[in-house]
């Protein structure tokens, strides 16, 4: 990330008071990572931060310290508008509406973004929204910042084993360790806390599991949901099941949210652009991790997606 554009940023924030952090919905780590490592550092710096994500955080980063600042809806007006990690504006909800876009920051790394922002940070190389702002914070974060920035790397790399994990991520990451992150906690805290209705529901989601050729297909109804008393929330870090199957190149997960929505999720080990298959739906994401919203039920939109995907 090069000086000028950290520039402006500091500008801004420095000429501004009330300053509003936000995220996408269905927060994953990297939104929940790069919320609370920004509104921590802003509010060191003396601002007066609204930290917002508009659905409750999955339970896997309760440990972080600041998530329970969070609020899920913000009114009014704000000095400055800080996005992270949405690619455009339409991937969060409760944020106070016309937004002034000078006002408006749009720190991503989504190769889809729509630079909806006033400045836009958009970097699509880097691994996550937490490794950029890894950059702008540097030697001024607290252990409390480093470990929220090395969650949401760690998160959005799968734990550094996808190839979005470069040098420069791996160096960051080093970089947070040598700052006092332990990396060993956290990762125990993101990846190895499953609640045992979550286990249930990995069980059933798993004998659901249908191979076409080199494509899997993962199904989680609410009924699932029902039988082993969890949430969707629980069902987030799953789709990666879909893809370590040997010889499985591309992953898909259904989730039915509604009668009448069914959110699918796709995963690629690199052959396909799952971006490009999600855009094709309305959807978007990353090359190798992207998803959709159709509104549909389950079964109608397996028979679409599978249309349009098995033969690839
Ligand atoms: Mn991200």
Known sequence: MDKESIAVIEQLIENSDKILVFAHK?????????????????????????????????????????????????????DLYISLDEADLSRTYNIPENIPKEKLINIDHHKSNTYFGGVNIVLPSYSSTCEILIEIIVERGDTDIYNALYTGMLTDTGGFKFANTSVRTLKHAIELIEKGVNHAYISQMVFMRMTRGK????????????????????????D????????????????????ITRGIELGILFREESKTRTRVSFRSKGKYDVDLIARGFGGGGHKEAAGCTIDENLHTTMKMIKEKVIDL
């Open 26 to 78: 269905r927060p994953d780590g990297d939104a929940v990572g790069s919320v609370i490592a920004l509104s921590l550092f802003l509010e060191n710096a003396g601002k007066k931060v609204t930290s917002l994500l508009p659905d409750t955080p999955p339970p896997e980063y309760d440990f972080l310290k600041g998530i329970d600042g969070i609020v899920n809806k913000a009114k009014g007006e704000f």
């Open 199 to 222: 286990i249930k529901l990995l069980s059933l989601a798993l004998e659901t599991l249908d191979f076409y050729g080199d494509k899997a297909i993962m199904t989680i109804s609410l």
């Open 224 to 243: 699932m949901l029902k039988k082993t008393g969890t949430t969707m929330k629980d069902t987030e870090s799953i789709t990666g099941y879909t893809l």
